[in-house]
């Protein structure tokens, strides 16, 4: 007669991480369930993108993925992770080209409402401010240039050229370092902001302006950008918390602009 081992050492068991089904200790999941969701997910990823990358249709994008995310144990929650990350590299490649036409950009406007929740996760993705960045840097370089009013009450309270106009200002709080030889030395948390002429620091502490043309390169790094002028006694400066490479063509196209080079006034 043979006598079954399990009934006579009943080795304790856990709900799958996935299936929710049975797992001998020490187990947490099924090694299959593991591979069955890693694959759903990557799945539900290539999808978003191929679909937002050419525009196609959002009903039948629903319909696969939710098929998917049941087959791979995939919750709704981390499903909408996923449309999100999804969408937010799929912009990524729209926008690769520099540009977004009107119609790609009502489709990811669109998409944002289709898919509720997402909205919220790709804040932090900065999404449409990238695509945002993308249209104003167009902007700029067809000559479109507007000056921001702040009107009276305004924290730039700088006295502009007559010519220079407001035209940028970093929505985050940034971070300014100096590069000294033992390191990056903190200076203070401010705004900056850029106009036709200048790159301007705002802070409690201290308050300065960059010209253009004092400025030898620019290097997007550090979560932001490092600026080094021409002058060798002026230690190259630090600004964290800002988008470097958007910052970095900004500047290139304003200061490219013809009205700049007429006046050499600081
Ligand atoms: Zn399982």
């Given amino acids: 007669?043979?006598?079954?081992?399990?009934?006579?050492?009943?080795?304790p068991t856990k709900p799958c991480t996935y299936c929710g089904q049975e797992v001998r200790f020490p187990y947490q999941?099924?090694?299959?369930?593991?591979?069955?969701?890693?694959a759903g997910q990557n799945?539900?990823?290539?999808?978003?993108?191929?679909?937002?990358?050419n525009q196609n249709n959002?009903?039948?994008?629903?319909?696969?993925?939710?098929?998917?995310?049941?087959?791979?144990f995939i919750s709704?929650?981390?499903?909408?992770?996923?449309?999100?990350?999804?969408?937010?590299?799929?912009?990524?490649i729209i926008l690769k080209g520099k540009e977004i036409t009107t119609y790609e950009e009502n489709y990811i406007?669109?998409?944002?409402?289709?898919?509720t929740g997402i909205e919220e996760i790709i804040t932090n993705y900065r999404t449409l401010a990238k695509v945002d960045q993308v249209k104003f840097l167009n902007q700029i370089s067809r000559g479109e240039i507007s000056?921001?009013?702040?009107?009276?009450?305004?924290?730039?309270?700088?006295?502009?050229?007559k010519s220079e106009k407001l035209i940028y200002i970093f929505p985050e709080e940034v971070a300014y370092y100096r590069v000294m030889q033992s390191g990056l030395q903190y200076e203070s948390n401010g705004k900056l902001a850029i106009t036709t002429k200048h790159i301007y620091y705002i802070s409690e502490r201290e308050s300065f302006r960059i010209r253009f043309d004092s400025i030898l390169?620019?290097?997007?790094?550090?979560?932001?950008?490092?600026?080094?002028?021409?002058?060798?006694?002026?230690?190259?400066?630090?600004?964290?918390?800002?988008?470097?490479?958007?910052?970095?063509e900004l500047i290139h196209i304003v200061s490219n602009i013809d009205n700049n080079k007429e006046e050499a006034v600081n």
């Fill in 58 to 72: 959002m009903d039948s994008l629903a319909l696969k993925v939710d098929e998917v995310s049941i087959k791979s």
């Fill in 76 to 92: 709704s929650g981390e499903k909408l992770s996923l449309v999100a990350n999804g969408l937010d590299s799929a912009v990524d």
């Fill in 147 to 161: 000056n921001i009013d702040l009107g009276s009450d305004s924290p730039f309270g700088f006295n502009l050229m």
């Fill in 1 to 11: 007669m043979k006598i079954k081992l399990k009934s006579i050492f009943k080795l």
């Fill in 29 to 38: 999941y099924h090694k299959e369930c593991k591979k069955i969701h890693e």
């Fill in 217 to 248: 390169n620019m290097l997007p790094n550090h979560g932001g950008i490092e600026i080094h002028k021409h002058s060798a006694s002026d230690k190259p400066k630090i600004f964290e918390n800002l988008d470097g490479v958007f910052f970095t």
């Fill in 43 to 53: 799945e539900v990823l290539s999808l978003t993108i191929d679909c937002v990358a």
């Fill in 109 to 115: 406007h669109a998409f944002i409402s289709y898919f």
